[in-house]
């Protein structure tokens, strides 16, 4: 008899939470039932958080097989509501990033599959503790309503074929337990969890594919290029298996994107991508990333049709005009997206002078963003929407002493020094000229 029918045949003796801990902490592989029991447990809160810990590290320390990575994402999935899009004839598109420092191609991107018609659902859910979330940068826009129930959000895909909203609390919740827990427990960077949490959340959205941007780097939570490119085949591999097309970029965050960080300032940035303009390394990321969308989706057959399908809506203004529309119909003040100039300005701009002369060699992403933090963080713990930086000076880039690394925007005088320190100590500078960094690393499909 096969192990499948075999499996099926005898009733599941449920074993306990400790054996569970141990087997995984030797070496051993789950099978679907104890998976499905794990996951249960959690949802049931019959697992004590200790052990969930322990299973955690466990996991993390010797990892899962490809077979059970897709079962545990599978079970998260079933977890909770998966939002059924059938009705929708569109093709349904979903996009991750795994979260970096002035990435604002998610603002973009959204809208951009829509004009080109795909469908795209964006739920925004997981905070990285220093990266501005989609939801903070669109929160710039007066009376702009994040929080919908889940058949607004399927209406709003049905009439307007994307919708930026914060993550519902029925999807995917055994994910929202497990992640909060890995952040308290230094279990984040297991493969297989971040693998099981990116696709339980993004396919229970309803997404026939999906296309995720791994970012490597100092800017990103996964610093090493090794790990990432480990990621991408982990995602795709396991959505295949789940039935879901799926393509990874791996890019680089070794520095910001574009040339801004901060929230209105990155809303704004957006904007003039949506109008084929902007910086030249967030064009490309967008352009790569939207033609693996159409592609993915069936709009555009080829390399060439998907550049010139992603090109036009960004050149005809129809990615802006969708932008617009979704803006107005959660409820947000589409006069800012027609005059910029509205969006709120910090008091003061000051330059972040450079301390010799030569090339900028290298970038701390990582701190550029905690210094913006620290500008931005009010006394209520709420971001200031006026306050980042500006006119980034990329790698490669060659300054005079005294020249402007980055303006700093701010509101709060007594925040600038420590901020300044991160800032300051983000460059390096170096006399001869690096070779820039490649953005898109690895293609994985
Ligand atoms: N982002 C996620 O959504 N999940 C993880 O586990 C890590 C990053």
Redesign the pocket.
Same mark, same amino acid.
């Given at each position: 008899m096969a192990e499948k029918t075999l499996l099926a045949s005898r009733k599941f003796i449920k074993p306990s939470f400790s054996y569970l801990i141990e087997k995984k902490r030797d070496g051993g592989e789950f099978n679907e039932e104890e998976i499905r029991f794990i996951v249960d447990s959690i949802l049931d809160k019959e697992m004590p958080e200790f052990q969930m810990a322990a299973l955690a590290m466990a996991i993390y320390f010797q990892n899962m097989s490809a077979q059970e990575t897709a079962t545990f994402a599978e079970e998260m999935m079933l977890s909770g509501e998966v939002i059924d899009l059938s009705k929708i004839t569109m093709p349904k598109i979903a996009k991750?990033s795994?979260?970096g420092v002035g990435d604002k191609t998610s603002l973009v991107l959204t809208p951009l599959a829509a004009a080109c018609g795909v469908v795209m659902p964006a739920m925004n859910?997981?905070d990285?503790n220093f990266v501005i979330s989609t939801l903070d940068k669109l929160s710039s826009i007066p009376k702009f309503k994040a929080d919908m129930d889940l058949k607004e959000f399927v209406k709003q895909l049905k009439t307007v074929n994307c919708a930026i909203v914060q993550q519902h609390p029925e999807i995917a919740p055994v994910?929202g337990i497990l992640?909060e827990l890995?952040q308290n427990t230094a279990t984040?960077q *297991?493969l297989p969890?971040?693998t099981? *949490?990116?696709l339980s959340?993004k396919l229970a959205e309803g997404a026939e594919g999906l296309v995720v941007d791994v970012k490597w780097g100092n800017g990103s939570?996964v610093k090493d290029l090794e790990q990432a490119k480990q990621l991408a085949r982990s995602i795709t591999r396991v959505g295949r298996s789940m039935k879901r097309r799926c393509v990874a970029l791996v890019t680089d965050m070794n520095q910001p994107l574009g040339d801004t960080v901060g929230t209105a300032l990155e809303v704004r940035e957006a904007i003039e991508l949506l109008k084929g303009e902007g910086p030249e390394d967030l064009q490309e990321l967008v352009l790569k990333l939207g033609m693996e969308i159409v592609r993915l989706a069936g709009v555009a057959g080829s390399t060439l049709s998907a550049k010139q399908t992603v090109q036009k809506h960004l050149k005809d203004g129809s990615a802006l005009e969708k932008f617009k529309e979704m803006i107005q119909v959660q409820g947000g003040d589409t006069s800012f997206i027609d005059d910029p100039e509205k969006f709120p300005t910090a008091k003061y701009i000051r330059k972040l002078p450079a301390p010799k002369r030569g090339y900028v060699h290298t970038i701390n992403a990582g701190m550029i963003a905690r210094g913006v933090q620290i500008l931005a963080t009010t006394k209520k713990g709420k971001m200031d929407p006026a306050v980042g930086v500006s006119e980034i000076k990329k790698v490669g880039t060659q300054v005079k002493q005294g020249e402007p690394l980055m303006m700093i925007h701010y509101n709060d005088e007594t925040r600038l020094e420590s901020a300044l320190e991160y800032l300051r100590s983000a460059y390096r500078l170096a006399p001869k000229r690096p070779n820039p960094p490649e953005l898109i690393v690895e293609r994985v499909a």
């Open positions: 991750y795994t979260g859910g997981v990285e994910d992640y890995r984040i *297991s969890l971040i099981g *949490s990116i959340k939570f």
